[in-house]
Every structure is written in structure tokens, then in C-alpha cells.
């Protein structure tokens, strides 16, 4: 899951949401969601996308801020 702590699905015949999800040290939550139409024939080019996104989400990483880093110039 990459810098992500959970992920969830929910989906009916003509929808699907996807998220992944990451609470911050400052009590912030990150979400990553994909809300993708899948009717009929489409189903499959859905399924693509869906894992071209997951794909995304497990190399996503969490870097701070140049300034707090200390490499500002």
C-alpha cells in the first residue's frame, strides 16, 4: 500500500469508489480516491484504470516540506 496505513472499496452494479488512506502527525488525514463509472462493457476498462491507480498509490511517498527537511537555499 506504499505510505498508505488502509484502503476500502465500495461498489454497486454501476459504480465503484476506491481510497487509500493516511492519518498525518498533525492529525490531518490524506486520502487518495478514485471514483470510477463501470456499466456494462465498461467494466473492463474500469478495472484497468482502477489498477493504473493502485499502481500510483503503492510507489506515492511522503516527503516533508523542503523548509522543514532543513534543504532550503
Known sequence: MGCFSSRGV???RSW??????????SGSV???VLDVKQPGRRKRLAGKAV?????C???????????????QA
Request: no cysteine; glycine share 2%; charged share 30%.
Open 10 to 12: 465500495v461498489s454497486n
Open 16 to 25: 465503484a469508489s476506491y481510497w487509500f488512506r493516511r492519518e498525518l502527525a
Open 30 to 32: 490524506l486520502e487518495l
Open 51 to 55: 489498477k493504473a491507480w493502485e499502481r
Open 57 to 71: 498509490a503503492r510507489h506515492t511517498q511522503l516527503l516533508p516540506p523542503d523548509d522543514a527537511a532543513g534543504t
